[in-house]
């Protein structure tokens, strides 16, 4: 059964410091993985989608990595803002599937 | 801006009342979903739609039934509430497999 384990369940930091979130996902044949932010009460937004052939990703102060052979990726969040505290979720697509696997996801607070 | 609503973003009704989920979608895309979360935790797929007319059960066991009668909308129905479907309903949809784009939600509330 394909699966998307997240760490750490949640995270508490202070405004301006780095953290970096990650994914271990067991989807195979591997299509593509991407990482969501969902505010609370809101619907998850797309912060990034990597492919096999791609290592890294960003998107202003996200960068997202992954590692295919070893089916690891991470989120790695620049200089946090207040605005960053929410969940964070995982997704991997097996190809040939419309249907993605999701991670529970990392709750993440950022603190002033 | 988001291309995908949702309505009503909240709601609270007694138990035993019908109620539908609104989702529509300007995009165009083939592939809408249904998801419910309960807080703090992970999406649940209760069903998706691969185009007009075509409609599957996701992983969840629900009492809810769907339509896709025009591409653009995909309603969600409960014949009849109850307090275990309280929860928040996200619709999403996508085009090809390169990514959801999911609405902002309704939140419910069965009393």
């Known amino acids: 059964k394909n699966q998307v384990e997240q760490s750490p369940q949640s995270l508490i930091i202070l405004e301006g410091k780095n953290c970096t979130l990650q994914?271990?996902?067991?989807?195979?044949?591997?299509?593509?993985l991407r990482w969501y932010k969902q505010d609370t009460g809101r619907g998850p937004v797309s912060l990034t989608i990597m492919t096999f052939s791609e290592n890294t990703k960003s998107n202003g102060r996200y960068t997202a990595t992954l590692d295919a052979d070893t089916k690891q990726s991470s989120l790695h969040i620049t200089a946090s803002q207040l605005s960053d505290s929410a969940s964070y979720i995982c997704?991997?697509?097996?190809?040939?599937?419309?249907?993605?696997?999701f991670g529970r996801g990392t709750s993440l607070i950022v603190h002033p | 801006e988001a291309d995908i609503y949702q309505t009503p973003r909240y709601l609270v009704i007694g138990t035993g009342k019908k109620i539908t989920l609104e989702c529509s979608q300007t995009?165009?895309?083939?592939?809408m979903y249904w998801y419910q979360q309960d807080p703090g935790m992970e999406l649940h797929l209760i069903h998706y739609s691969y185009g007009v007319n075509s409609t599957e059960k996701g992983d969840l066991s629900s009492e809810s039934t769907v339509s896709r009668i025009r591409t653009e909308h995909f309603p969600l129905t409960l014949e009849s509430a109850r307090p275990s479907h309280t929860s928040q309903y996200l619709c999403a949809s996508s085009e090809k497999n390169d990514g959801y784009t999911f609405g902002s939600g309704t939140r419910l509330t069965v009393v």
């Open positions: 994914c271990n996902y067991t989807v195979s044949p591997f299509s593509n």
């Open positions: 995009m165009g895309h083939d592939k």
């Open positions: 997704v991997v697509s097996e190809r040939g599937s419309y249907i993605p696997t």
